[in-house]
């Protein structure tokens, strides 16, 4: 029945996967697992001199809140510095974009992407880590780029060269 009552789903300050993508750390608040893929909510931890490269995806939403520190948002149509309590859409469409931490903290982003799908693309590449521990960036060359690429690919997104966007 599709209006049946479903228990809430909560999880704690420290519960749910965390994963090490591009420097970062990305915990799953909520999967497409858990919302029949409706939407998924990430937390995200982005330490200085971090975040991911341009890409696209032009049949899903992605949307972010800067819950603590900032980010430099590159797109096709320009670049925003979101600072603590910034909100950026990404409509669907598939504009290229990225986002990187060019201060000396750490920042915090909440990302939504409807319909989900993102977070299991996270999970594929990035690495398990425990909540708030930080790897290194991985090298960004030819090679790892290809890789992304194809596997960007299966979950509806696009990866292109870190110089993309200049």
Do not use: W
């Amino acid at each position: 029945m599709e209006n049946e009552k479903k228990a809430p789903i909560a999880r704690g300050p420290q519960e749910g996967s965390s994963v090490s993508v591009m420097g970062g750390t990305y915990r799953t608040l909520i999967s497409g697992k858990d919302t029949h893929g409706a939407f998924a909510a990430i937390d995200m931890l982005i330490p200085p001199g971090s975040g991911p490269g341009p890409h696209a995806h032009p049949d899903f939403e992605e949307c972010f809140y800067v819950i603590d520190g900032e980010v430099e948002v590159k797109s096709e149509m320009g670049t925003y510095v979101a600072v603590k309590g910034s909100y950026i859409n990404i409509p669907k469409g598939g504009v290229v974009h990225s986002f990187k931490n060019k201060t000396e903290n750490t920042a915090r982003l909440l990302c939504t992407v409807i319909p989900a799908g993102l977070d299991q693309f996270f999970e594929e590449v990035g690495q398990p880590v425990e909540n708030g521990q930080f790897l290194p960036m991985p090298t960004i060359d030819k090679a790892y780029v290809q890789y992304l690429q194809e596997v960007a690919q299966r979950y509806g997104q696009q990866v292109f060269a870190p110089d993309f966007l200049g």
